[in-house]
Antibody
Framework: EVQLVESGGGLVQPGGSLRLSCAAS????????MNWVRQAPGRGLEWVSY????????YDADSVKGRFTISRDNAKNSLYLQLNSLRDEDTGVYYC??????????????????WGQGTTVTVSS | DIQMTQSPSYLSASVGDRVTITCRAS??????LNWYQQRPGKAPNLLIY???ALPRGVPSRFSGSGSGTEFTLTISSLQPEDFATYFC??????????FGGGTKVEI
């Protein structure tokens, strides 16, 4: 079964740090790009970070640039997100999601086809 | 950043109804537009990619259309399991993708 399982969330004070993990199983993890997407309470989805399949290409949303760091260990089938200098507005559920590329008439179309159940980060004093 | 705006934010409907949700982009995203369904307390699920293509296993009552800046998701006959929140996503600027604010479909 294709599965992603996040862990590492919790309650942290503003300015604090957390490290989220995402364990992948049931598919060749090293062949897929991966993403972190978050959802503030009662709000929509916000893309946070992207890493290519080998981890050599990384993109971050402007809202987390310089504070969050995405990484992966393909030998351990694991994705990580290091969260530093946390702010109240970082509160939410953090999902890891697998990137997939579909082909339509020879053109690539990108989507997020497998998601974990999410891990909750609460930033509060 | 490309901004995505969905309408309506909330939609009240009954089983068997035909439902249409609209998504507008702040600039053209050609056909790089996906839709996701999120049931309460669950992770999102990819419903449509490339504006109108359905991943394996998605029921055919779901369909998508549009191009450029205006897109629609249609559910031809609403089923009880379809009461959920739907999000559009542009992947024109992949991997810097953005989502719409969501449309909650309620009974």
């Amino acid at each position: 079964e294709v599965q992603l399982v996040e862990s590492g969330g919790g309650l942290v004070q503003p300015g604090g740090s957390l490290r989220l993990s995402c364990a992948a199983s049931g598919f060749p993890f090293s062949s897929y790009s991966m993403n972190w997407v978050r959802q503030a309470p009662g709000r929509g989805l916000e893309w946070v970070s992207y890493t290519s399949s080998r981890g050599n290409v990384i993109y971050d949303a402007d809202s987390v640039k310089g504070r969050f760091t995405i990484s992966r260990d393909n030998a351990k089938n694991s994705l990580y997100l290091q969260l530093n200098s946390l702010r109240d507005e970082d509160t939410g559920v953090y999902y890891c999601a697998r990137g997939v590329e579909y082909s339509i008439s020879g053109k690539p179309y990108y989507g997020l086809d497998v998601w974990g159940q999410g891990t909750t980060v609460t930033v509060s004093s | 950043d490309i901004q995505m705006t969905q309408s309506p934010s909330y939609l009240s409907a009954s089983v068997g109804d035909r439902v249409t949700i609209t998504c507008r982009a702040s600039q053209s995203v050609t056909r790089y537009l996906n839709w996701y369904q999120q049931r309460p307390g669950k992770a999102p699920n990819l419903l449509i990619y490339g504006t109108s293509a359905l991943p394996r296993g998605v029921p055919s009552r779901f369909s998508g259309s549009g191009s450029g800046t205006e897109f629609t998701l249609t559910i031809s006959s609403l089923q009880p399991e379809d009461f959920a929140t739907y999000f559009c996503q542009q992947t024109y600027s992949t991997p810097r993708t953005t989502f719409g604010g969501g449309t909650k479909v309620e009974i």
